[in-house]
């Protein structure tokens, strides 16, 4: 019996071993393309302040929107308000439209569950702007908010209520109408309809 458990601590005691020496290893292939990194970021100048600036630009780029313009502003109940600022065409034949969701009024106010959209897909994704919808009436066609692979809307989520005064930005992504297109409307269940320009 001793002899058995012997056996099975000298087999678990070299699995271990084998595991460490792997990660030891792995860590020292990646160590090395990680310090070359390192070292050519020391060696400019402002190395430590330039990338740091730069990353979250470039991550922020797809959800903040270029508020310079302002396409349509749709003023709701409760002081709930959509700015729209751009809805632009993708080479992938989508259309994205950017905005910021404000509180014009002095308290905090709980985010329309119905602005989550009707659809049982995404309405057990949680909060959601998937309740927009863009409406060709050239072509008589209504647009839903795209969904990706697991069934999730291709729009902001998790905004479930905003402080008084306070603004967050958004996006909603879209099937692109065709070409000749230029104008839709866009609509959000308890808001107003808002016609806008495509660019």
Request: hydrophobic residues 35%.
């Amino acid at each position: 019996m001793s002899v058995w458990h012997g056996a099975k601590a000298r087999r678990a005691a070299g699995a271990a071993l084998a595991v460490v020496a792997l990660s030891v290893s792995l860590t020292a292939c990646g160590g090395g393309d990680g310090g070359g990194d390192k070292e050519k970021s020391a060696g400019s100048s402002s190395s430590s302040s330039t990338p740091g600036d730069a990353k979250p630009k470039e991550s922020d780029g797809p959800t903040v929107p270029d508020t310079s313009k302002t396409l349509a502003t749709i003023n709701g109940s409760k002081g709930l308000q959509f700015v729209i600022h751009t809805a632009t065409r993708d080479e992938g034949g989508f259309l994205t439209i950017t905005g910021t969701l404000k509180n014009t009024s002095s308290s905090s106010e709980t985010i329309p569950i119905a602005w989550n959209g009707s659809e049982t897909q995404v309405r057990r994704t949680g909060r959601s702007l998937a309740g927009f919808t863009v409406v060709d009436k050239a072509e008589k066609k209504r647009y839903y908010v795209l969904r990706d692979t697991d069934g999730y809307p291709l729009t902001t989520t998790g905004i479930s209520r905003l402080d008084g005064g306070a603004a967050e930005p958004f996006f909603a992504q879209f099937p692109a109408p065709p070409a000749s297109t230029t104008q839709v409307d866009l609509q959000m269940p308890l808001m107003p309809t808002a016609t806008i320009e495509i660019s």
